[in-house]
């Protein structure tokens, strides 16, 4: 059943806990994100951030605990629930993900084909209304190979938002992007959130361009949630771990160097095992 309008809870992640091979990467997870809202997951590499997107979208289920979207809890929800409850979610994946035998409006028209009946007069219209909204209308005849990085993951993003949905979950967006194409995804999120009414997850290690446009940044550490907020409460924020993620220092909580014997020892080889 869907949410109750007056909360304005999409996702809830209560204690959420998660293993791979016997390796521990959420040890009691809890985070809330708001309708309407851009919210960041942030941390050190290795943290699970990715994990966390695919226990949302329920390719992964938690050991424990339990996620909800719009009320749903999505681990005990049946293949064909879940496969509408996706339905309900747009995907920007790391690598853009797009399908290199399509052109650019055979990519954007394709989650339209398999997920609605829409004659095709329809689904041209909302293919150039996406592509429009990404500025790439102009490339709808254009193949993969054939765009740049930057104009493919806006391609990526009008695929995303082809089905119109409540979500969208956005895997390293800003990944491999020059300094143009970066500033130009990052409004066209925020812009692309605002004017749908989207909620909009972003998993990203880019601080300055995700902290530019996040409502909410979440700092996971050790497979918890170690402080949350605004940008700015973060920059302010006296936690070293905070600190030390939000202004790239070398030096902190997270070390730079894997542990290894003393140095001098090693050269003569008594660290050897």
Known sequence: ????????????????????????????LDLTIRRGRVVAIMGPSGTGKTTLLRLIGGQLRPDAGRIVVDGEEVARLGRSALFKLRERMGVLFQSGALLTDLNVFDNVAFPLREHSALSEVMIRDLVLMKLEAVGLRGARGLMPSELSGGMAR???LARAIALDPMLVLYDEPFTGQ??????VL??????????MGLTSVIVSHDVQETAAIADDIYVIVGGRVIESGSAAALTASE?????????????GPVPFHYPAPDIDADLLGEGEA
């Open 1 to 28: 059943m869907p949410q109750d309008p007056a909360d304005d809870a999409l996702i809830r992640v209560e204690g959420v806990h998660f293993a791979r091979a016997g390796r521990p990467i959420f040890s009691g």
């Open 154 to 156: 806006r391609v990526a």
């Open 178 to 183: 020059d300094p143009i194409s970066m500033g």
């Open 186 to 195: 990052v409004r066209l999120i925020r812009r692309l959130n605002d004017a």
């Open 239 to 251: 936690s070293p771990w905070v600190r030390q993620f939000m202004q790239g220092e070398p030096d």
